[in-house]
DNA sequence: GCAGTGATTTGCT
DNA sequence: GCAAATCACTGCG
């Protein structure tokens, strides 16, 4: 109980302060834009307050343009009425339901017309652990990974549904949902092949911070490559 | 390990 | 049209 009520206060007293992600930021490849997101703060504006959590998992889907082919990708067989969010202007979530139960999000990126998604795969709470747990419904003395590691628990926790979310703009000033860069520093980021798909299983497209609790899927997993942004 | 769940897409008529 | 297959997941055993 004494500890919950700790967590409770600290979330609580800290405020989100930094930049809010620019446009251009989204303009690159899936690719290149997805490890610079790691680190970053995607907030959730709702009446109650706001939820946020620190991004330190995600994963690149290539559009049908990429010099590589990406049959994993929503976008590999063209616009679709699902996936028209993702040929559209870089910036915006795409929000999905998946297995008839859970939403996954990604932010579209990549130039306007020219698809390219960064699927969010797990977050390090930051602010709201109280309502995360509510979301999620667990007690608020749950483990802090079993709140957003992985992309449809975080959806979960966040409170964010097609219905209400998909097509977003996450650049704007008034947006509910953001992405916020609060000058925090990570250190070594893991690359290694996607999980949970069954095509191209050996692209190294999954971006980590390397080693934190937050991250899902299997811990033995072995990196391809460890680099310091 | 695998069941549950329903939207979405594809491949037939 | 309609049926079948697919699916970037989670939670339970």
């Known amino acids: 109980m004494e500890k919950e009520a700790k967590i409770g206060r600290s979330a609580a007293a800290r405020q989100i302060k930094g930049r809010l992600l620019p446009r251009s930021f989204y303009e690159a490849s899936p690719e290149l834009v997805a490890p610079c997101l790691l680190g970053k703060l995607l907030a959730h504006h709702t009446s109650r307050g706001v939820i946020a959590g620190r991004i330190v998992e995600v994963e690149a889907y290539l559009g049908p343009h990429h010099n590589t082919p990406d049959p994993a990708s929503h976008s590999y067989r063209g616009p679709t009425p699902r996936n028209q969010v993702m040929f559209g202007p870089p910036g915006h979530a795409y929000v999905y339901a998946i297995y008839g139960m859970h939403f996954c999000m990604n932010v579209t990126c990549d130039v306007d017309g020219v698809a390219g998604g960064i699927l969010i795969r797990a977050l390090e709470p930051v602010v709201g652990l109280h309502q995360m747990a509510r979301n999620r419904g667990l007690g608020v003395n749950a483990a802090q990974r079993l709140l957003t590691s ?49 095509n191209a299983v050996d692209l190294p497209l999954r971006f980590t911070i390397s080693g934190h609790t937050c991250v899902s899927g299997p811990r033995n997993l072995a990196p391809k490559r460890i680099f310091t942004p």
């Open 150 to 198: 992985g992309p449809g628990r975080l959806c979960q926790a966040l409170g964010l549904t097609r219905e209400a979310h998909n097509g977003l703009d996450l650049t704007k000033r008034n947006s509910p949902l953001q992405i916020i860069d609060d000058k925090n520093v990570i250190c070594d980021v893991a690359v290694t092949v996607r999980i949970g798909i069954r």
